[in-house]
């Protein structure tokens, strides 16, 4: 396949080899200055950041230890004049600090410039609660808790704020005039790196384009320069030079294998070329359209296929191919002038696909190829199997456009017992002749035929060897050429002849049977409608076809049994219509006693109930009784136990007291002894003179503190001696509530113990009482089904004397030669109401049969 040449052409100045490297140069040394310039930036920052975050730790820890004797005597100029000097001293990093006491309220404050107030507080808290330092999370604000005395205890808190923006500010004016100094430097550097790229490179490469193109437009007489060269330039050059001298000399081998190219790939056969190896090299169009078609079952047999990769596939990896190959290769080995072509047959899920493989010889007679040809025999098996099952099973003939028989097989040939000369003086007129209505010359039949009208349907033939004619299944079939126009008509047929009588004479048979079923049928219904009317004389006695004689007597021995159950019938009613007048007469009277039993039973067991639910609500209460006892005697018990515990707290707290004077008593002592030394050492710092005044400060004031400790502890023992005195009063308060609640309890215990006495004899009255009342309404229950199921037995007499009733009237419609089926009136009986309690039915589930209605006198009324 050929593949397009690009044309050379004048290459654009930003697109040439020279830019493209220059711009490479500078992007490389930008990228390294860049990449040396960022990092180096990071590492100063980072050390910038970390000199300020030492620094204010350092700042931040010297103010605690200074500030310890200004926080605890709250000496706001000292603070002042120590905070002041330290945040001038550490210059623009500082930007503030606040100092707070132990009680988290601010002492003193320099102006913040960063920080919200709030963070600084919450920085403050943080500190207090934890007792170290805490760091913000930015890292530029620090707490630092102050401690005074010996314990080191915390007495305030002091958080500063700081900043590295100003050193960050210093580095980066640095920075950019390092940066501005580079720029140059580098722009010289490119510069003279341009100047070397477009001597030694970007010229030499400008004449090989030169050359390549001229070469490229066909010109291969020219020469190529730079071959002196020793570097890629120069092998570049030399090899070019090859390939000129190489295209000159192809140049006319090319002009005839255009020629055979052009007419292999507008073949409109499917060929392929395979090399020596037979793997292939070149697949014309309708190779490739026909390898498309059968590629999902061509794949089974050939794997390495693929639509991608026809091209480079090797023929030998064909399943089935292995003899052929073979055969080419040893054909005529002592001639090689002689190879043979082979052909190969491919079975492919249906399809028969030919393969024939040539072989290509060159000048020499040595194989360096083959050419293979593809061809789908498929269709055309196809179509002779086809041609053969018709000629096999079925008549075919073919007539021209006059209607005349041009050909016909060997089925039509037997058929008319003759040979092909008699049947070409037959037509579609002569032997289709009566088919239409009004055709009996066959003409317009003919005429409709070839027209394309009539094309399918079952025909008679006429042929003179059958005068009775043959009866055909077939269609016509109009032959066209390439221009659409008919050429002749094709006629294909099977013989139903014997098909056609047969269906003939089965209709022949059902409609005789069709009568004589319309005869019996009309008979039948007759005997039936006779039936109907209640009369069992009635008998089929004409004649019917024997196929029906059966049916006559099945039926007349059906109305003699018939007859003789109805007669049956009307012998048993009247016996059985006397006895159930006995049984409902007996079954009213029983169930008239056993309804009076019932209402007795339910009236004592409807007291009884009353009593038993009495003696259960005493029980009950009895019960609450008990239980209001017992919870009064565990309340009363409870109250005894807290009064005790009372009396023991008491007597602690009034331990607690004594402990707390002994307290006072060493608080009065230290103060006393403190006030002693405040004033030693105030005398010693009036000695000191000017160097003593701020000990002589601090001497005062340890001194008025102590004086407010022994005012304190003074106040705190009478408020002790006091409280004691009233606790004593507590205890025995307590003392006697404990005497009366152990009292009341003692009685209450003899309460509940009485109570509970009560209660277990009311229970097992209540119980007694339960299970006679149980025993009364079992006996209730059974009294009522008792009388549930005489009333069932009342009503189903009366149900089975209006039965026999029913039955008498219902055989008295039917005629039986001299017996009487006319029903009698069954004797009246004297309860036929069914009878249910005044609070429901007996018997769940049952349901009383409504007869007649009750009478007044003997009704549930008094019930």
């Known amino acids: 396949m050929a593949r397009e040449t690009a044309q050379f052409s004048e290459v654009h100045p930003l697109r040439s080899l020279f830019i493209a490297c220059t711009l490479v140069v500078a992007c490389c040394v930008v990228v390294v200055a860049f990449t040396i310039e960022t990092k180096s930036y990071l590492n100063e920052e980072r050390y910038v950041k970390q000199s300020v975050a030492e620094r204010a730790a350092e700042v931040t820890n010297l103010l605690s230890m200074q500030l310890g004797g200004s926080v605890q005597f709250e000496n706001n100029e000292a603070l002042d004049r120590i905070v002041g000097n330290v945040m001038a001293q550490a210059g623009q990093d500082a930007l503030g600090a606040v100092v707070y006491d132990a009680q988290a309220n601010k002492l003193y404050q320099t102006p913040l410039k960063g920080k919200d107030a ?45 900043t590295e923006q100003f050193r960050l500010e210093g580095m980066f004016a640095r920075r950019l005039q390092s940066l501005a100094a580079g720029a140059g430097v580098l722009a010289l550097a490119l510069v003279a790196a341009a100047l070397f790229l477009r001597w030694h490179m970007s010229q030499p490469l400008t004449r090989l384009q030169s050359a390549l193109s001229t070469i490229a437009r066909g010109d291969y007489g020219g020469t190529v320069t730079e071959t002196h060269r020793p570097d890629e330039i120069g092998t570049m050059a030399i090899g070019l030079e090859h390939v000129r001298i190489a295209l000159a000399q192809s140049q006319d081998l090319a002009r005839e294998t255009d020629f055979k190219s052009t007419a292999f790939v507008s073949s409109s056969a499917p060929m392929m070329m395979v090399n020596e190896d037979f793997e292939v090299i070149f697949v014309n169009p309708a190779c490739e359209a026909l390898i498309g078609k059968i590629m999902t079952s061509l794949v089974e047999v050939w794997p390495a296929i693929s ?15 292995e003899d052929c190959i073979a055969a080419i290769k040893r054909s005529d080995a002592g001639n090689p002038m002689g190879r043979r072509s082979v052909e190969k047959d491919l079975r492919l899920d249906g399809r028969i696909v030919q393969i024939r493989l040539s072989p290509a010889v060159d000048n020499t007679g040595e194989m360096i190829g083959c050419v293979i040809e593809w061809k789908d ?17 079925q008549v075919r003939i073919e007539y021209d456009l006059d209607g005349r028989i041009v050909d016909a097989n060997d089925n039509f040939r037997k058929l008319i017992k003759g040979q092909f000369s008699d049947a070409s003086l037959c037509s579609i007129a002569t032997m289709f002749a009566g088919n239409l209505e009004g055709d009996e010359t066959g003409e317009t039949f003919a005429a409709k035929v070839i027209g394309g009208v009539i094309q399918r349907g079952r025909f008679t033939l006429n042929i003179r060897q059958a005068p009775e004619g043959f009866v055909m299944d077939g269609s016509f079939a109009l032959l066209k050429n390439e221009d659409a126009q008919t050429e002749g008509v094709i006629f294909l047929a099977n013989d139903v002849t014997e098909q056609a009588t047969n269906i003939a004479a089965a209709k022949a048979e059902r409609l005789k049977n069709a009568r004589g079923q319309e005869h019996v049928v009309a008979i039948l219904g007759q005997a039936l409608t006779t039936l109907s009317q209640g009369d069992l004389n009635a008998r089929i006695t004409q004649d019917v ?3 029906y004689e059966k049916l006559r007597r099945d039926f007349n021995a059906t109305v003699e049994a018939l007859r003789g159950a109805i007669v049956a019938v009307v012998e048993n009613s009247d016996s059985i219509r006397n006895e159930t007048a006995e049984i409902t007469s007996a079954a009213d009277d029983l169930s008239f006693r056993t309804e009076k039993q019932a209402a007795t039973l339910e009236e004592t067991a409807a007291a009884l109930d009353e009593l038993t639910v009495s003696v259960k609500s005493a029980a009950e209460g009895a019960d609450e009784a008990s239980s209001m006892s017992a919870d009064a005697q565990k309340n009363a018990e409870q109250g005894g136990d807290v009064a005790r515990k009372a009396v023991a707290a008491m007597d602690s707290i009034k331990a607690s007291s004594l402990e707390i004077s002994k307290i006072t008593t060493v608080i009065d002592d230290i103060a006393f002894q403190t006030n002693l030394l405040a004033l030693n050492a105030g005398v010693e710092a009036a000695r000191a003179g000017e160097a003593g005044r701020g000990f ?3 001497a005062t004031e340890v001194r008025a503190l102590a004086q407010r400790s022994s005012d304190a502890a003074r106040e705190i023992n009478a408020l002790i001696s006091c409280s004691g005195e009233q606790v004593q009063q507590g205890v025995e308060l307590v003392d006697r509530t404990g005497a009366a609640l152990a009292s009341i309890v003692t009685s209450v215990s003899e309460i509940s113990n009485r109570v509970s006495a009560i209660a277990v004899s009311a229970r097992e009255q209540s119980s007694g009482l339960a299970e006679i009342n149980a025993a009364v309404n079992e006996l209730d229950h059974v009294t009522q089904q008792n009388a549930a199921m005489f009333q069932e037995t009342t009503a189903a007499s009366h149900a089975l004397t209006s039965e026999a009733d029913a039955l008498a009237n219902a055989v008295s419609r039917f005629k039986l030669d001299g017996i009487s089926a006319t029903p009698k009136t069954a004797a009246p009986t004297a309860f036929s109401t069914p009878v249910t309690s005044a609070s429901g039915p007996f018997l769940e589930g049952s349901a009383a049969l409504e007869l007649s209605e009750y009478p007044e006198s003997d009704g549930w009324e008094e019930f």
């Open 696 to 698: 002589a400060v601090v």
């Open 118 to 162: 709030a963070v600084i507080d919450q920085i403050a808290l943080q500190v207090l609660e934890s007792g170290a330092n805490v760091l913000s999370e930015s890292g530029n604000a620090k707490g630092v808790p102050i401690t005074f005395g010996e314990n080191n205890q915390v007495v305030g808190v002091v958080v500063t704020e700081w």
């Open 307 to 321: 639509p991608q990769n026809l091209v480079g596939c090797n023929m030998s990896d064909l399943d089935g191919i």
């Open 545 to 547: 076809p024997e196929a």
């Open 377 to 393: 025999r498929t269709e055309d098996q196809r179509n002779a199997a086809l041609i053969a099952a018709i000629n096999a099973n």
